[in-house]
């Protein structure tokens, strides 16, 4: 039994290990990377820190306007597609990646697997939310985080194929934290909050990424900034000089493990990711999102997480606003991996 599983993102790269440990001895596991994150410490470092097997088909389409992108991937995973013959196609998450590779895989006729399916932001302005619709209806098997992932997609009439499965990305935080694997990186700062900005609703108006680095700089504690290549670039074009920030400290973009080790080390998270809001939960770290939405609403229970975005004064207070209690047993038990590769081999049987 053949699988191809389609990454490209660094989301992705942390979604797939526990898929590949899933896999092995089970199905044949053939990997396509599409090359959309081609920085290295956003590719390259998961293979080499986690020990991924290499990816079987690099594409390296690199970055682009959003048709242009999913284009060049498409036209490359049909080939690979026609020559590898699989059984069935997986997709992670949101990205152009996933649906590229869900678009071609339902055009061939070859059963489609969502893994994170049913996630909704109800905001259609973010091209990931537009990603996760119309990969979600057209996947033959959908696995989802939580009871609200399966509303969402009963409410759009999907429901054959759905199963609860818990979030993958817990399978390698829990994997990571039970192998003390954090322990070499220890981050040198003290008394600091952990801050990760890239969305375009945060950074493509000189003004709005501005006034997000103005707060940063006036509050209680230093911010370690972990500065996406895009938030980078477009600062530069502004022609803002980040030495200015002086409670800020820039850093590049972090392995799997620095990140976390960053995040675990912290005094609360400020992001605007997906991911990170729910790492910052399952390492009980106090997470400020700067968006007007989130796909992971379980997290806003108790206060754990809370939406940030018109009037940025409030981060300061809203950072000390702890929750009475975390919730160990959310997006399920660290063995999504495992289920989800028994659900697909019953499926293809």
């Known amino acids: 039994m053949k699988i191809v599983a389609i990454i490209g993102a660094r989301p992705q790269f942390i979604k797939h290990f526990p898929f590949e440990l899933a896999c092995k001895g089970k199905v044949e596991l053939v990997t396509i990377h599409t090359g959309q994150h081609y920085d290295a410490n956003m590719s390259e470092v998961f293979f080499n820190q986690l020990k991924m097997t290499q990816p079987d088909y690099t594409l390296h389409v690199g970055s682009g306007a959003h048709g242009e992108q999913t284009g060049k991937m498409m036209i490359e995973i049909e080939k690979i597609i026609e020559e590898t013959k699989p059984d ?39 091209p990931e939310e537009v990603n996760r619709v119309l990969t979600d209806h057209i996947s033959d098997l959908l696995f989802v985080p939580s009871a609200i992932s399966v509303q969402n997609l009963e409410n759009e009439g999907v429901q054959k194929g ?11 935080v829990q994997y990571v934290t039970q192998n003390d694997l954090l322990k070499e990186h220890v981050p040198k700062e003290k008394n600091f909050y952990y801050a990760t900005i890239h969305r375009p609703y945060n950074t493509d108006e000189k003004g709005r990424l501005k006034h ?22 477009l600062a530069s074009g502004y022609g803002l000089n980040l030495e200015d920030y002086t409670n800020i400290n820039f850093i590049e973009p972090q392995s799997y493990f620095s990140n976390l080790g960053y995040l675990q080390n912290s005094d609360g998270l400020i992001t605007d990711s997906g991911g990170m809001q729910k790492e910052a939960f399952w390492l009980k770290k106090k997470c400020v999102t700067i ?53 697909i081999i019953q499926f293809l049987q």
């Open 88 to 126: 069935g196609v997986v997709v992670y998450g949101d990205t152009n990646s996933t649906l590229a590779g869900a678009l071609v895989a339902s055009k061939m006729h070859i059963p489609l697997f969502h893994i994170e399916a049913g996630l909704r932001s109800f905001n259609k302005k973010m």
């Open 162 to 172: 759905v199963h609860v499965v818990g979030d993958i990305m817990k399978d390698l």
């Open 212 to 233: 997000v680095l103005d707060v940063l700089e006036q509050l209680d504690k230093k911010v370690v900034f972990s500065l996406h290549p895009r938030t980078k670039n």
């Open 291 to 343: 968006r007007k939405e989130t796909e992971w609403r379980e997290t806003l229970e108790d206060n754990a997480n809370v939406l940030v975005f018109t009037d940025l004064s409030k981060i300061k207070e809203e950072l000390q606003k702890l929750p009475k209690k975390w919730d160990e047993t959310l997006y399920g038990d660290g063995a999504s991996g495992l289920k989800m590769i028994d659900k």
